[in-house]
């Protein structure tokens, strides 16, 4: 591009879900309680794991973990995208949109490698129950929760230093509710190979390694399950995975659907609606499905309101 068509972007705007402004209300009120819904609901899972001693185990300290996770991943996007319906504007200030950006790669790939830890929590208990507390201690919870913020954090860092060096056109915008990477890097008017590169690298290999560890995981697990004999104990031991084996399978399609709706130039129903399942509707499914299909944590939340 010429360099009269570049400047120094002081904000970006956001198109949003719909242009049209009968939809507008309707857009709000949903994304609002879904938000609402998400945020409550996590906040009860965290807090029945931290009250009642018998969920103070390796399982639960990730569960715990992930609901936090949610909760901030949600926060990144939605809140913003309901101060512009209420205000009806669509800017975002630039500072503001690499914040956003930043906090929305860091979350979403915590929960990809909290994900992959809790599938090794649940190999090592059902393929070694006699080393789980042995192997699972504390120390180890622990590093594998510090090692996975240092991972995202760097890697957000990294990306978010690779977009400063960006300059960008006068057509400023993102065909999106929110700051996505993607989108900004087509806004560039100067090279952006080395983002690209740095981009489809690291998040291939964020989404190919921690996919390969869950896959693992459950073949190993179900291996041993195919060794019970007894109908009753092969679904009495699946049944402690069955509800982060339905998050896993939530995450990933959400997410496929993101990665391959990314790369189009024009904005799209079907991007939308993965980009909508992936930041919002499954960080609001998961304290549902982990207190539906679990006994303790439905038993944790009944004598957290008992006290209450």
């Known amino acids: 591009m010429e360099a ?14 719909s242009e049209d402004v009968n939809l507008q209300p309707l857009l709000f009120g949903l994304f609002l309680y879904m938000y609402l ?18 969920l103070h185990t390796p399982m639960y300290f990730f569960l715990s973990n992930l609901s936090f996770t ?12 309901l101060v512009n319906i209420h205000t009806q504007s669509k800017d975002i200030m630039y500072e503001g949109c690499l914040t956003q950006m930043y906090f929305f790669m860091l979350f979403a790939g915590l929960d990809d490698l909290l994900l992959t830890v809790m599938a090794y929590d649940r190999f090592v208990a ?37 977009v400063l060096r960006v300059s960008f056109c006068k057509e400023t915008e993102i065909p999106h509710f929110f700051c996505e990477l993607a989108q900004i890097l087509k806004l560039a008017c100067s090279d952006t190979l080395a983002n690209n590169i740095l981009q ?41 995975c069955g509800s982060h084996l ?22 799209s129903r079907k991007g939308s609606v993965a980009s909508v399942m992936y930041t919002v ?8 499905i982990y207190s539906l299909r679990n006994r303790d944590i439905k038993e944790a939340l009944r004598r957290l309101f008992s006290r209450a």
């Open 126 to 162: 059902i393929c070694h129950p006699l080393h789980y507390t042995v192997i699972m201690n504390p120390r180890l919870c622990n590093i594998l929760l510090l090692l996975s913020w240092l991972i995202c954090l760097t890697y957000s860092l990294l990306q978010s230093l690779m």
């Open 70 to 81: 949610d909760i901030c991943f949600t926060t990144t996007t939605v809140p913003k995208m």
């Open 281 to 288: 509707v499954t960080p609001m499914l998961n304290p549902f």
């Open 246 to 267: 339905s998050v896993v399978s939530l995450f990933y399609g959400a997410g496929l659907g993101v990665y391959l709706t990314s790369g189009t130039n024009q904005p």
């Open 200 to 240: 489809y690298f690291v998040t291939s290999l964020l989404g190919v390694i921690p996919l390969t560890g869950i896959l693992f995981s459950y073949s190993r697990i179900v291996s041993s399950i195919m060794g019970i004999s007894s109908i009753r104990g092969k679904y009495k031991v699946f049944s402690t």
């Open 4 to 17: 009269g068509n570049q400047t120094a972007t002081s904000k970006f705007i956001l198109l949003g879900l």
């Open 37 to 54: 819904v998400c945020v409550i609901g996590n906040l009860l899972i965290i807090l029945a794991i931290s009250s009642d001693s018998h």
